[in-house]
């Protein structure tokens, strides 16, 4: 094995090169983005934008066939390609994409994200609960070294939240709360950093912890409910609220 094969397999934040049509996606969705190619227009001819992006027309065509799997455009054969509205027809790859591009979401993407997720985290903390009490009291034992820092705070939360929904059974729960999970870690830290958010959620984790061990899934959920909307609450005090 040479050297520089043995300091990248010990490096963790060794990264590999982004591949062509990676590259050519995450331009075409800033051009979607920022108004290049606006909602709605259609996109200049393969030829002719193989020749802008400086790319070959097949890592053109696997960029395409990706952005419009996600529902950033849709394409038809022999027809001009259309940038959808990905606001109204995007799925749950769209997400992903947006946690990269923070400052092109709007004031109200955030809270309705909270939305959703006031709707989904009850039923899925209160299944755990009622699958496996053992495991979500084993990780909330965490609550009491837990460093009073937005950043401890924010990784904690997320933690739970994505074993909850492992343990409810669900995978659905699991797939839509991983859509957005790069976008949770970047925002959290904004949440956390209201002290009141951080205590607000330490009385969460104890009393989650004290529902968990009666194995009562009926207060669990409705533990979640409270402090999920207690969540929408302090985020409309945040400068992004």
Do not use: C
Request: hydrophobic share 40%.
């Amino acid at each position: 094995m040479t050297t520089y094969q043995n300091n990248a397999n010990e490096d963790p934040s060794w990264d590999p090169i982004p591949k062509p049509a990676e590259v050519t996606e995450t331009r075409l969705i800033d051009a979607i983005l920022y108004g290049t190619f606006s909602i709605n227009t259609y996109l200049p001819g393969e030829r002719e934008l193989s020749d802008l992006l400086g790319v070959t027309r097949p890592t053109l065509r696997e960029a395409l066939q990706r952005l419009a799997r996600d529902g950033w455009l849709e394409i038809h054969q022999g027809k001009p390609t259309r940038v959808k509205d990905y606001w109204k027809e995007g799925r749950l790859g769209v997400l992903n994409s947006l946690a990269e591009h923070q400052d092109s979401l709007s004031n109200q993407f955030v809270p309705d994200l909270l939305e959703v997720r006031l709707a989904m985290a009850p039923m899925y903390a209160s299944l755990a609960v009622k699958n496996a009490p053992d495991e979500v009291m084993d990780y909330l034992k965490g609550k009491d070294d837990l460093k009073d820092s937005p950043e401890a705070f924010s990784y904690f939360d997320w933690e739970l939240h994505h074993r909850l929904s492992l343990l409810s059974g669900n995978p659905v729960f699991v797939m839509i709360l991983n859509s957005f999970g790069d976008l949770y870690l970047k925002l959290a830290p904004l949440y956390f950093s209201i002290p009141e958010a951080r205590q607000r959620s330490l009385t969460y984790y104890q009393e989650f912890a004290e529902a968990a061990e009666k194995k009562d899934p009926d207060l669990v959920k409705i533990l979640t409910e409270e402090v999920m909307r207690d969540s929408i609450f302090f985020w409309q005090q945040t400068n992004s609220g």
